[in-house]
Each structure stands twice: as C-alpha cells, then as structure tokens.
C-alpha cells in the first residue's frame, strides 16, 4: 500500500539503466562514458571538447542539485533524474553505433562520416539535456 500523496510515485515510468560497462570506473554513469569516449583514441579533438562538455554539464546539474534551496522535492529529483538516464541513453547508443562502425570501417575515418556527425548530435543533444535540467522550470 503506497501511503497517502505519494501515489504519483508508482505511475513513473521506469528509468533506461545503464549497462554494465558504464558501471566503472567512477561511480557515475555519464563520467564513465565520458572516459570511455575520450580514452578510446578513435574520436577527434572536437568530439573530445564535446564529450568534456557533456562530462561539465553532469557536474554543475549534480552541484546544482544539492546545492538547491529550497531543496528539490523527491519528485523534482525523480524527474530530473530519469531525464538525466535518458540524455545518457542517446549518447550512449550512439557512441556504440560509432565503434561498431570503426571497427567495421577499420578505422577508416572517410567511411565515418555519417556515424561520426551522429555521434557529435547525440553528445550534443545529450549536453543540452543536462543544460535544461539545471532550471526550476524543467521537466
């Protein structure tokens, strides 16, 4: 039995979970891919300020989070994190489709364009994402 005003708790829908390989080095999911990304050596300069961007924007939501007042309710926290696992889930499955298509193009870098230019949207939508969840207004 959900106890009374928190009935709003059941009818949200289940977050994306990150998968395994996300789980480390650090204890956040986003970091993670961002260090993945970076440290592979298959994405160019640009892509590295991206991802780093990506990594900034996780790091001010969560400082802007806890350092909210008022607090953030549980609901607020809720949203904004299932927002959050979702901006992760795009870039995260584009970054996937970007090294299943480096390794078949054998790191060819003209036959990547397309997955490439998928990649840097993905990070970027992503990124915006996180921006947007910094404001009393989202979600």
């Known amino acids: 039995m959900t106890p009374e005003g928190w009935e709003w708790i059941k009818a949200q829908p289940q977050a994306w979970e990150a998968p395994p390989v996300l789980q480390s080095p650090t ?5 993670n891919l961002g260090v993945q990304m970076i ?15 990506y990594m900034a924007a996780h790091a001010r939501l969560e400082l802007w989070m806890g350092g909210h007042e008022p607090s953030l309710t549980m609901r607020q926290q809720l949203e904004r994190g299932r927002a ?3 901006a992760l889930r795009i870039a995260y499955e584009a970054w ?6 480096h390794r078949a193009a054998g790191g060819r870098v003209t036959q990547l364009r397309d997955h490439r230019e998928a990649l840097k949207a ?3 939508d992503a990124t915006e994402v996180l921006v947007r969840l910094t404001s009393d207004e989202a979600v």
């Open 122 to 124: 993905a990070v970027q």
């Open 27 to 31: 204890a956040s999911a986003h970091l």
């Open 39 to 53: 440290g592979s050596n298959i994405i160019g300069s640009d892509l590295v300020e991206m991802v780093a961007e």
């Open 96 to 101: 996937v489709g970007y090294e299943a298509a």
């Open 84 to 86: 959050g696992s979702d």
